[in-house]
């Protein structure tokens, strides 16, 4: 079974993502594809349901949620695609999901140290520390 803290943190940090990404406003394109991070598909054509730009459609926001969560977990571990590696910083992470304004990053930060009860949290926080 996972570790509870690190469930906590990189739900925390789904949810940050998700909210900017606007999972929660059903206008969206991430509410209605229920791909709260706006996962692509890297898999064998034909493998994932997908939209025209290659992002993910799920079934339910449960499946999605649990889609993205994955793909956090290998993120943060540095066993992803994406070249992180643990000790990379949060802005490097949230730049792979596209957020590469400041305010933007910002945003995540300040929802992350409300969610996490963690005034610490910054751009510069390792990725590590959402493994622990």
Known sequence: MNDPTIVRKL????????????????????YQIKNPLLIKSFARPGKHNIDGEGRRIFESS????KACWFDLDIKTRGESRAGLKPDDKLSNLLRVFGLTERLGQQQVVKFLRRALLDE????????????H
């Open 11 to 30: 739900e925390a940090l789904l949810d940050a993502i998700g909210s900017l990404k606007g999972f929660s406003n059903p206008d969206s394109v991430a």
């Open 62 to 65: 449960q499946a999605g949620y």
């Open 120 to 131: 610490t949290i910054s751009l510069d926080t390792p990725l590590t520390y959402f493994r």
